[in-house]
Structure formats: structure tokens, C-alpha cells
């Protein structure tokens, strides 16, 4: 018999054909949360941020109520990279449902486990969020069984303890997760007439693209950071990990575009005219 300290953790068991769970908000409510990003993660100084920071330390913006100082002038005062990232809402899952409310100040015993759950919690954020979508496509319906339990698995580990979330190995979990987004990714670029492109991590830093017909393209994992993407077409195009930092999306069409997240849409620039998907929100810096 293994040694019960041996296990690896396991979520509840999921039915045969598990039902579409609630899913938490798969969006960031800094109301809820105890600042855990102006704490846990580090940042070095750049473009980005205006000064060095260690993980585990208080950004020197944040106020004892938990909310930035500076929030309403990030930009302008040099911390542009706070405006781009997004915890997919695992920033009030971890303080609201994995530590119950107890926040870092009054309860300093829970920081450690509380910041080391953060990156963990916001990867399995992500990973709904891409499921949640994929349910959505109907040219995915093939893989809906497949998708529902993986869906369902990984909501469940969003509920576990920090313990549990501290012995996942979510890595795992993303390489079995990114082989049903990639089937997917298939299926429904597979409905766009032509010949797609296929730029799969490709360089394409400062790529002069203006008015391309990128549909259905494959840009997983792309660089297309500085690149010239106005009146671009990228209707189903697969954006999974594409780089859009500084990217000029003024006038393109990424309605329908695959995967594509609010962090990459806050990271390039764009205007109120850019066609983006109806779950996503236009940045407040684009003009």
C-alpha cells in the first residue's frame, strides 16, 4: 500500500459525462482580492516598470486598503506593464474561496502558501477560459465530450486547498488541456476557404502586415510585437500565446479570432474601431 504522504493529489471524481460547471469570473475583480499581484510577483525595471520589485514584496503604490495609489496614472507613471496583465480573475479566487477571505495582513501566516498559490490559480484561469471557449465553436462539437470533462477537472482543482494547489502538477494538466485546444484549433480554422497560413512561433517583430488576410491562420505562439496589423483580417485565426506587445491593430478585425485573451489585447495598440470578440473589452489607453 503507497504511502499516503506519497500521493499525488487528485480532484473529486468527475462523472461520465459531467454537466458545464459553474465556472468562477474568469476576470480580475481587484475589489476582491487582496492585491496579490502588486505583492507575489516581481517585476524588473524597463518600459514596463518603473522600478525593481522581488516576489513577496508590497509594490511601494499599494495602500493599506489593498488598492493602488497611482492606479487612475499607471501609464503615465511608468508602470504600463500593471496595465496590461490580467489574473483571469484568480486573484479574488485565491483570496476569497482558497484562503476564505483571511488576507495577508491580518493573517501573516497564510502569505507564503497565499503568493505561491497566485500563478498557480491563474493558470488554471486560463486554461477555462481557452475550454470554455473551445465549448462554444461549433465546429469543435466532436471534441465536447472531451472538453466538458476537462472543463469540469480542471474547475474543480480551482476549489482545492493551497496544499493541493502547491502538489499539482499544472503543467501536466496544460499539455493534456493544449492537445483538445489544438484539435480544436483545426476543426474550426478547417472551415475557413484556402489556403491558411501557417506562422506557429514564428519571428514576426515589426512584420509589416497592413491589410493581411491572416483567417484561419495558425499565429500560436507568434512574435508580433511592434508589428503593423492595421486593417489586418484575423478572424479565426488561432492566437494562443501570440505577442501583440506594441502590435498596431488599428483597423484589424479580430472578431471570431481564436483564443485571443484581454492581456493581449491591453499589451498593443488599437482604437475603439478595432473589431474585437464580444467577451473582450476595449483597453481605457486606446484612443
Not at 484568480?90 to 497564510?110: I, K, L
Not at 497592413?210 to 500560436?220: E, I, K
Not at 508589428?227 to 501583440?244: H, K, N, Q, V, W
Request: a positive charge; hydrophobic letters at 40%.
Amino acid at each position: 500500500m503507497d504511502d499516503v504522504s506519497t500521493r499525488r493529489p487528485r480532484p473529486p471524481a468527475v462523472p461520465a459525462l459531467p454537466a458545464v460547471p459553474a465556472l468562477p469570473v474568469l476576470q480580475a475583480d481587484c475589489s476582491s482580492c487582496f492585491a496579490l499581484c502588486c505583492v507575489a510577483l516581481p517585476f524588473a525595471k524597463s518600459s514596463d516598470f518603473a522600478m525593481n520589485k522581488p516576489a513577496g514584496t508590497p509594490c511601494k503604490n499599494l495602500r493599506e486598503d489593498f488598492r493602488c495609489g497611482i492606479h487612475t496614472r499607471l501609464r503615465d507613471s511608468g508602470f504600463q506593464g500593471c496595465t496590461v496583465f490580467d489574473c483571469f480573475g484568480a486573484g479574488q479566487q485565491v483570496s476569497q474561496v482558497t484562503f476564505g477571505g483571511r488576507d495577508w495582513r491580518t493573517h501573516p501566516e497564510t502569505r507564503a502558501e497565499m503568493f505561491d498559490a497566485l500563478p498557480v490559480m491563474r493558470q488554471l484561469h486560463e486554461l477555462l477560459f481557452y475550454v470554455a471557449e473551445a465549448l462554444t465553436l461549433p465546429a469543435a462539437a466532436p471534441l465536447h465530450p472531451r472538453l466538458r470533462h476537462a472543463l469540469a477537472e480542471t474547475e474543480q482543482w480551482t476549489r482545492a486547498d493551497a496544499a493541493a494547489l502547491a502538489a499539482l502538477d499544472v503543467g501536466a494538466l496544460r499539455q493534456k488541456i493544449n492537445t483538445l485546444l489544438l484539435k480544436t484549433s483545426e476543426l474550426a480554422r478547417a472551415e475557413v476557404p484556402g489556403r491558411k497560413k501557417n506562422h506557429r512561433g514564428a519571428d514576426l517583430m515589426g512584420a509589416r502586415l497592413s491589410g493581411a488576410d491572416l483567417r484561419g491562420a495558425n499565429l500560436r505562439g507568434s512574435y508580433l510585437i511592434a508589428a503593423d496589423l492595421i486593417g489586418a483580417d484575423l478572424r479565426t485565426a488561432d492566437l494562443i500565446g501570440a505577442d501583440f506587445r506594441d502590435a498596431d491593430l488599428r483597423g484589424a478585425d479580430l472578431r471570431q479570432a481564436l483564443f485571443l485573451t484581454q492581456p493581449q489585447l491591453n499589451a498593443a495598440r488599437g482604437t475603439p474601431a478595432t473589431r474585437i470578440p464580444p467577451h473582450l473589452t476595449h483597453p481605457a489607453h486606446w484612443a
